[in-house]
Antibody
Framework: EVQLVESGGAVVQPGGSLRLSCAAS????????MNWVRQAPGKGLEWVSYIGPSEATVYYADSVKGRFTVSRDSAKNAQYLQMNSLRAEDTAIYYC??????????????????WGQGTRVTVSS | DIQMTQSPSSLSASVGDRVTITCRARQYISIYLAWYQQKPGKLPKLLMY???TLQSGVPSRFSGSGSGTDFTLTISSLQPEDVATYYCQRYNSAPFAFGGGTKVEIK
């Protein structure tokens, strides 16, 4: 059974930093793309970041580019989101999602079939 | 810079009605379009991908169409359990943007 468990959410002041973690199990982590998606209170879904299986390929939404850094540790079956220079508009539930299966340098479609329960980040003074 | 635009943002329809939601991509995305359903207080659920392919277990009253930049999600006969917010998402390449969502309610 695929499981994604996020942690690290907290209340932080504007300008502060936070590191989110996502522990994955039930699948071959090193073979899958991983993403972060967030949802502000009462708002829609916003894709935040992508990381490929080898960590060589990463992408970010424009709203977080230069402030957030995604990484992964295949030995620990985990992905991380380092969030710096946090703003009030970063307040949201952050979800870890599994992307496509990759093999031989090619990846299947980046569809979000599996989601964690989310971790809440509140940026407020 | 809005990549995906959905309409309407909300709708109210009666049980048994046919409901259509549209999604427009700012750039050509072929058929790399997915739909997600998020019921109140729940996680998003992948409903459909490749514009018209139903995920396993999704009722056949859901259907999708479109290619290029214009897409639709149709519920042929709205049921009470379909009350949810529906999101489209492009996945041909980053940014893997979602549409703003369409909230579907029962009249």
């Amino acid at each position: 059974e695929v499981q994604l468990v996020e942690s690290g959410g907290a209340v932080v002041q504007p300008g502060g930093s936070l590191r989110l973690s996502c522990a994955a199990s039930g699948f071959t982590f090193r073979s899958y793309e991983m993403n972060w998606v967030r949802q502000a209170p009462g708002k829609g879904l916003e894709w935040v970041s992508y990381i490929g299986p080898s960590e060589a390929t990463v992408y970010y939404a424009d709203s977080v580019k230069g402030r957030f850094t995604v990484s992964r540790d295949s030995a620990k079956n985990a992905q991380y989101l380092q969030m710096n220079s946090l703003r009030a508009e970063d307040t949201a539930i952050y979800y870890c999602t599994r992307g496509g299966y990759c093999r031989g340098g090619n990846c299947e479609a980046t569809l979000f079939e599996f989601w964690g329960q989310g971790t809440r980040v509140t940026v407020s003074s | 810079d809005i990549q995906m635009t959905q309409s309407p943002s909300s709708l109210s329809a009666s049980v048994g009605d046919r409901v259509t939601i549209t999604c427009r991509a700012r750039q050509y995305i072929s058929i790399y379009l997915a739909w997600y359903q998020q019921k109140p207080g729940k996680l998003p659920k992948l409903l459909m991908y490749a514009a018209s392919t139903l995920q396993s277990g999704v009722p056949s009253r859901f259907s999708g169409s479109g290619s290029g930049t214009d897409f639709t999600l149709t519920i042929s006969s709205l049921q009470p359990e379909d009350v949810a917010t529906y999101y489209c998402q492009r996945y041909n390449s980053a940014p893997f943007a979602f549409g703003g969502g369409t909230k579907v309610e029962i009249k």
